[in-house]
């Protein structure tokens, strides 16, 4: 049975009780999962919104073009990793073992790094060199793990050094980096197969902080288009020369967003009112922000950046793949504040947007991987290959890691993420006007498909209806817009729908999570569980469902337990609606509980290694809907 069919087969309707207006849904209202080559689409589409489907993809991959992957042991050129994300095997490391996925992801942009262009192209193709013959080139040709830890540490100087063996000066590197950024275009146009697989022109921006802190983001080209170069770090040095640069050099017919990531790895400057040099933003800053940064990465292989309890958050699964401690007294770095995360940050926009007249944190959600081993999309927790290709082996995963002495080693990390839009088609126009309008979603790594609709008069009958979706767009707002409130208006209702992964575990509960400024301009939050599995009731005291009783198994990674569902709808209405206040709504589904990685590994070596580090034996893989907004009347 085909990957399409076997989710077609695994949808029925899945019966809801205990939330307010809450209705049944039906296989209708959740168009199945299906590949690009199965659906077969062409480049242009005369379709209505309705007809928008959930594509799978990755937009944070390094190849062995980035310095650090190729050092930690990654030999899969960005060929190798557009050919991996298309479904071919590639081989890891060791040379003799070769991945695949199980299913091919619809779209992929390998993204590495702007700032060590220059240097693959000195120390790997420019052979006669002087550069070429030099110790650094040497020492990364050998990968000397010497190399990455110097690269890196001059990355996060204030400003950037480069390693003069390699680049004496900034514009010989600039000048460096002119091949390889053209050869990374031609090599996603070689790729790019309208209809059946996506690529994009891209890099990532690596602007790094002390002490492995990270204010990354991805550049993601709409079309043919580009800038003649990817700028780094090296030349731009915040994010706020970034955009003023792609104000300036991506005019035309040229269109980009930039897409942050590792918001929990930032030291709280994600959403910090200042700049990294600590000068406050301007309103041109927050203005370009807007412009640019249309999507946040939610999660990825160094973990969850949505939430932590306890940090701005009372909602119990935030604590969920979390790499790093709260920040205590005057700590600034290696720890959490709640300007680490993407919830926060979702809510503090909605607070700016009062002061500065539009909200600059109006982010869509995504997930990826940030593979370092040239695997885009490969998120399985069985058969894990570690996040950099020197952790091949069981023994490295679970003790090992260039940051295991600090308590962040390989077995902290996880397989990463993956990227999820509503398009009508499978092409660079359609994917990116997804994500323009913010009609995205991310999960955790399993392929499910999440949405999210508003509107004030959707009809009570709606998630059982075979025109759900129809009605949906025509009644109300998909997620990444906003609805606006005017004066007398009752409730808002959400419509949120989630369909599983067939080849994963159930879903166990279907969420709302919203955000508020409350009469006072504090910041609130409430999570909502609005459908449950097996038909269970909401406790309207705890917005909780009852526990569905699956668990698992640590002995052999079994389920325990059968309740689970394949798909969960609900019509949902807010009931603490307060027309004054602006809001943030977005929806969040959670399987039933499965084995981490880690636990297949402790089992596979017979108990006989154990992590370096107390990590959970199991997880609840997920996924994230993007926002919707309240605007009230003025």
């Not at 290696?334 to 947007?353: D, E, I, W, Y």
């Not at 707002?477 to 906003?482: A, C, F, L, Y």
Request: glycine residues 10%; negative net charge; contains cysteine.
């Amino acid at each position: 049975m085909s990957y399409r069919l076997r989710i077609c087969a695994a949808l029925f309707t899945v019966g809801l009780s205990g939330c307010e207006s809450v209705e049944q849904g039906s296989p209708a209202t959740m168009p199945a999962v299906a590949t690009a080559a199965e659906t077969g689409s062409g480049a242009a589409s005369s379709g209505s919104a309705a007809e928008r489907r959930p594509l799978f993809g990755d937009l944070h991959v390094h190849s062995s073009w980035s310095l650090d992957g190729f050092i930690f042991g990654n030999n899969n050129d960005p060929r190798a990793a557009y050919r991996f994300a298309r479904g071919e095997a590639v081989p890891l490391a060791d040379g003799a073992t070769t991945q695949q996925l199980p299913v091919p992801l619809d779209f992929a942009a390998v993204t590495d790094h702007a700032e060590t262009l220059g240097y693959h192209q000195r120390c790997m193709v420019e052979t006669t060199g002087a550069a070429y013959a030099g110790e650094a080139c040497q020492m990364l040709r050998t990968r000397d793990l010497r190399m990455f830890f110097t690269g890196f540490r001059n990355l996060s100087r204030n400003p950037p050094q480069h390693l003069e063996e390699i680049c004496a000066d900034n514009a010989s590197c600039r000048q460096a980096a002119l091949a390889p950024w053209r050869e990374l275009q031609d090599i996603a146009n070689e790729f790019n197969s309208p209809g059946e697989f996506t690529t994009f022109k891209a890099y990532e921006y690596t602007g790094n902080l002390p002490k492995g802190g990270m204010l990354h983001r991805n550049v993601i080209f709409a079309n043919d288009t580009v800038p003649a170069e990817a700028m780094s770090a090296f030349d731009l040095a915040s994010a706020r020369e970034l955009w003023q640069w792609l104000e300036r050099d991506c005019v035309g017919d040229c269109d980009v967003i930039t897409i942050p990531h590792n918001s929990n790895l930032a030291w709280g400057l994600s959403f910090a009112a200042h700049n990294v040099d600590g000068s406050p933003w301007t309103l041109q800053d927050q203005q370009r922000r807007a412009r640019y940064d249309r999507l946040s990465e939610i999660y990825q292989a160094k973990g969850n950046s949505e939430c932590q309890t306890g940090i701005g958050s009372n909602d119990e699964f935030c604590d969920f793949e979390l790499l790093l401690r709260p920040c205590e007294g005057d700590d600034d770095i290696a720890c959490m504040r709640p300007t680490s995360f993407v919830r926060n940050g979702l809510k503090m926009g909605l607070r700016l947007q009062q002061q500065l007249g539009f909200n600059p944190y109006q982010y869509g959600i995504i997930a990826s991987t940030d593979t370092h081993n040239g695997t885009p999309g490969d998120t399985r927790e069985i058969g894990y290959q570690g996040h950099q290709a020197g952790e091949s082996t069981l023994e490295k995963r679970l003790t090992g890691g260039h940051r295991a002495k600090q308590g962040r080693g390989a077995v902290n990390y996880n397989p990463g993420g993956l990227a999820g839009a509503w398009a009508q088609d499978n092409t660079r126009e359609a994917l990116f006007a997804a994500f323009k309008r913010r009609e995205t979603f991310g999960t955790s790594g399993n392929r499910i498909s999440i949405r999210l609709f508003a509107s004030w008069d959707y009809p009570l009958d709606l998630p059982g209806r075979g025109d759900a979706v129809k009605v949906a767009y025509a009644q109300g707002v998909p997620m990444g817009e906003t609805l606006s409130v005017s004066p007398g208006q009752s409730a808002p209702s959400l419509l949120a729908m989630a369909a599983q992964d067939p080849q994963a575990f159930a879903l166990q509960r279907l969420q709302i999570i919203k955000g508020w400024t409350d009469s006072a301009g504090e910041l609130q939050e409430q999570t909502y569980d609005v459908a449950c599995s097996g038909g269970g009731a909401v406790d309207p005291k705890t917005h909780r469902c009852p526990d569905n009783g699956a668990g698992v198994n640590p002995a052999d990674c079994s389920a325990i337990g059968e309740d689970g569902a394949p798909q969960l709808t609900a019509l949902w209405r807010d009931p603490d609606f307060d027309p004054a206040q602006r809001a943030v709504y977005y929806a969040r589904v959670l399987e039933n509980p499965s084995c981490r990685w880690s636990t297949y590994d402790i089992l596979a070596s017979g108990g006989r290694i154990q992590p370096s580090s107390a990590v959970p034996e199991t997880i609840q893989e997920r996924a994230w809907s993007s926002p919707i907004w309240l605007q009230p009347s003025q």
